[in-house]
């Protein structure tokens, strides 16, 4: 069982920047694939970004490429956002989700993977 937490969320002015964390309760964390997805009310979950287990190879949605950067540190058991030159259309609930030997594209996440419960990101114009 892995539990991961988010947190670094908040309310921030429109080309502003902030920095999301999860962490990891795993000790084979570096054997994980991580992605961000998030939420906006009203519309479904999204990929924002995936990093693969090994090699750290990543993908990201069209609509963040250039201003977030998704970075993991194994021996600290996390993963981090940095998101750049945010808009008001990033406002959404981000989560982190954890698939084992994953490859971090958005097909490589499901439901019945680790996901934590989310934090809040709020961009105001």
């Known amino acids: 069982q892995v539990q991961l937490v988010e947190s670094g969320g908040g309310l921030v002015q429109a080309g502003g920047s902030l920095r999301l964390s999860c962490a990891a309760s795993t000790r084979t964390f570096s054997n994980y694939a991580l992605g961000w997805f998030r939420q906006a009310r009203g519309k479904e979950r999204e990929f924002v970004v995936g990093?693969?287990?090994?090699?750290?190879?990543?993908y990201y949605a069209d609509s963040v490429k250039g201003r977030f950067t998704v970075s993991r540190d194994n021996a600290k058991n996390t993963m981090y956002l940095q998101m750049n030159s945010l808009k008001p259309e990033d406002t959404a609930v981000y989560y982190c989700?954890?698939?084992?030997?994953?490859?971090?594209?958005?097909?490589?996440?499901?439901?019945?993977?680790?996901w934590g419960q989310g934090t809040q990101v709020t961009v105001s114009s």
């Open positions: 990093i693969r287990w090994s090699g750290g190879i990543t």
């Open positions: 989700a954890a698939t084992f030997m994953g490859s971090g594209r958005e097909s490589g996440f499901n439901a019945n993977d680790y």
